[in-house]
DNA sequence: AAAACGGACAACCGCACGCAT
DNA sequence: CATGCGTGCGGTTGTCCGTTT
C-alpha cells in the first residue's frame, strides 16, 4: 500500500522547534489529550504535522522523561538488551524509566556501538572461543555484574542444563508477561518473536535454526532473565 | 581568531502494522 | 477481502556546539 507522507501538504513547518511551539504543544495536551495526532496540529493551531508533534512530546516535552547523563547501570542495561534484543530500541526504553527509544538509539550509536565492537575485537583476538558468560559480564566490577554473579552462584548456574528456574524477584511467568504487555503496548505482534521465546519450551528451536547453537541462545535467555532480575533488586 | 572537524542529539522519513470501513 | 487511516518503529539526516588545528 502506497499513501502519500503525512507532511505532503505544502505550508507545514519543519526543524527545530522554538519555545513558544513546545509551550502551545504542552499546554494543548494537559488540557485535551493525544488521542489523534493528526488533528492535534490543526486543533492546537501548530503548522506541524502530526507525526512531528507526536516525536516532539514523546522524545522531548513528556514530563516523565529523564534528563541527563546515562548512569552505568542504565549503559550495562542497554548492552545487555541489546544483546538479546538487537535494534528493537523501543523495546529496549520499555525496561528503562523516563528513557525513550530515540535517546536511547542515539546514545548506542554514539557511544556503546563503538564500545561494544571495541570489545568484541578485543575478544576476538585474545582469545580463540569466549563463553558468552565471559562475553557478558564486564571485567569491572559494579553494582549489577556483582549482582548477577551473585545470582550465578546461587543459582549454581542452572542454564548449563538448560533451565531457568531462579527467578528470586521476577519469575518467568511474569517476565514473560511483563515483556508480551509491555511490549503490546508499544510494537506489533511480528515482532515479539524473541520475547516469546522467553520459556522453556520454544528457546531453543528459533534461535537455534538462527544461530545453529542452542546452548548460545539458551545463555542468552538465561543472562536475559538473570540481568533482568539484577535490575528489578536494584530498583527495590 | 577563525575555519575545519567531529560528536551528540533532535528531528525527519519511509515502512509496516492494527484497525475500521 | 480490499482499502485507507492512524500510529509506532527504526534508520537516517540535519543541526548545534565543543574541540582541534
Redesign the pocket.
Known sequence: ???????ERMGL?????TAEEDQILISFIQRYG???????PRQAGLL?????C???W???LRPDIK?G?FSEEEEETITKLHQV??????????RLPGRT???I???W???LKKRTEHNNYLASTTTTKRSFHDMMIPKRTTNVSQKINHHIIASNYQASQNIVTYHPTCDVEDLQENNSSS?S???????EESMQSINGENIGTESANEHGDTSFSNDMVFWYNIFISAGTISES
Open positions: 500500500m502506497v499513501r502519500a507522507p503525512c507532511c513547518k519543519k526543524g527545530p522547534w493525544h488521542e489523534n495526532w493528526r488533528a492535534l506541524r504535522c502530526g507525526k512531528s507526536r516525536l516532539r514523546i522524545n522531548y534528563r547523563n534484543l538487537g535494534n528493537r530500541w523501543s523495546a529496549i526504553a520499555s527509544d530515540n535517546e538509539k542515539n546514545f550509536h554514539t557511544h511490549y503496548e508499544s510494537t506489533q505482534s511480528n515482532k
